[in-house]
Structure formats: structure tokens, C-alpha cells
């Protein structure tokens, strides 16, 4: 399977509640980053995660990384059906050249009115 | 300029035809990457430039697939005899040359490839 795997792939909720996307990887790293992708478009960075850093913040995005499961979680506070994408996590890994960033297959995200 | 330019929007090409893509980083961006998204999926790492000298080619089909990222110039991707498994969204990022900012990459628009 693939360097960062979201979990679900598909994820409906209606407008209001939480959204919570899982990301797994398998190789050491450097920080995992989430991104959104609204349909047609390029991908928007969100937030980025060091790999010594197990929270972090933004707005209403909440990123955990548990480095010894290897795995991070997205939640999305009182969703918008703006927030409505797919969502990618993504690995810059440890050792080497750390510039390939390696994409999961994402989650898609409906957000209900 | 603020944001990764990528023309065309669109392209498509016959099957065995030559496909040129471009991409302008954001100015002041030393890293450049391309990835291809086959079906809205997961995006494949092709190639990456530090300024204009190749960093990591790993993800590069080694026969037909080729790059550049010359001064003052977009930088291209170019297939040769594309084939039907070549199409594709082609996006291009790029990132800044230090400290944590060149972690972060910034997307363009993407370039849809479409080969008949």
C-alpha cells in the first residue's frame, strides 16, 4: 500500500458537525502536511506537522501525529459546505532527499447544507 | 509572480504526439516540483529542480518523460509519443529555498493532459 493512506475515503456529514480524516504511513519523517483539493483545482496547503510535534492548530483545523503509529488525524470543526474537497495527507520523509513528498490517495469530503 | 502559473489548462494530443508543459514558480521559489494525478487520485511524484539543476528524478519515466528548469525561462515538462496512460492532471509546485518555508509547496492550477 501506499506512503500516507487516508482513512475513510469518502466521508458525507452535514454542515455543523466534525469532520475527522486518519492518514497512515509507513517510513520515518520529517513533518506530514495536509492539503485540500476542491474539484478541478490545485491543492491548498493546510497545515503542516513536524515530526517532533504531536498537536497543532490552525483556525478550525486540528492535526494530531502519533510517530510511533505512525499515523495523523484532520479534524475539521463545525463544518461549511465550503469545506466540501478532498483532502490529502502527505510525507516529506527523513533521511535522503526529503523533496519528494509523497501523497496518499485522499479523503472526499461532503459537507451537507 | 504570487502564484504557480501553468499553462496550458488544457491539452490534447493524439496518441504517439509530443506534449510540452509549463510551469512559472513563484518568484523567489528555488524548488520545483511536477506530480501527475491520474483520476482525481493519489498524486505521483515525477521530478524535482533545485533552481535549474534536476534534485531528484526518481519518479521520471525514463524513456519518453523529460524536464527542464532553464534562467529566465518557465520550466517544462515534455512527453514524447505520449501514450493513453499519460493522461492526466500534470500539476507543478514550488517552495522556497530555506528554513521551514521550503517545506511547504504551492500548486498551480494543474495542466489536463488528454491523449487520444
Not at chain 1, 478532498?86 to 523533496?99: I, K, L, R, V
Request: net charge positive.
Amino acid at each position: 500500500s501506499q506512503q500516507g493512506e487516508e482513512d475513510p475515503q469518502a466521508l458525507s456529514i452535514q454542515e455543523g458537525e466534525n469532520a475527522t480524516m486518519n492518514c497512515s504511513y509507513k517510513t520515518s519523517i520529517n513533518n506530514l502536511q495536509w492539503y485540500r483539493q476542491n474539484s478541478g483545482r490545485g491543492l491548498v496547503h493546510l497545515i503542516l506537522i513536524r515530526s517532533n510535534e504531536r498537536e497543532k492548530h490552525s483556525g478550525r483545523l486540528r492535526v494530531t501525529l502519533d510517530t510511533s503509529k505512525k499515523s495523523s488525524s484532520l479534524l475539521i470543526t463545525a463544518s461549511r459546505a465550503a469545506d466540501t474537497a478532498s483532502y490529502f495527507c502527505a510525507t516529506d520523509e527523513s533521511g535522503g532527499s526529503n523533496y519528494k513528498l509523497t501523497f496518499g490517495k485522499g479523503t472526499l469530503l461532503t459537507v451537507n447544507p | 509572480g504570487e502564484e504557480v502559473a501553468q499553462t496550458p489548462k488544457h491539452l490534447v494530443r493524439g496518441e504517439g504526439q509530443k506534449a510540452k508543459l509549463y510551469c512559472a514558480p513563484i518568484k523567489g521559489h528555488s524548488y520545483v516540483f511536477w506530480y501527475q494525478q491520474v483520476l482525481k487520485n493519489e498524486f505521483k511524484f515525477l521530478i524535482s529542480f533545485q533552481n535549474e539543476n534536476v534534485f531528484d528524478e526518481t519518479g521520471m519515466p525514463k524513456e519518453r518523460f523529460s524536464a527542464k528548469c532553464l534562467p529566465n525561462s518557465p520550466c517544462s515538462l515534455e512527453i514524447q509519443a505520449t501514450k493513453l496512460e499519460d493522461s492526466a492532471v500534470y500539476f507543478c509546485a514550488s517552495s522556497q529555498s530555506s528554513g521551514s518555508g521550503r517545506a511547504e509547496r504551492f500548486f498551480g492550477p494543474g495542466t489536463r493532459l488528454t491523449v487520444l
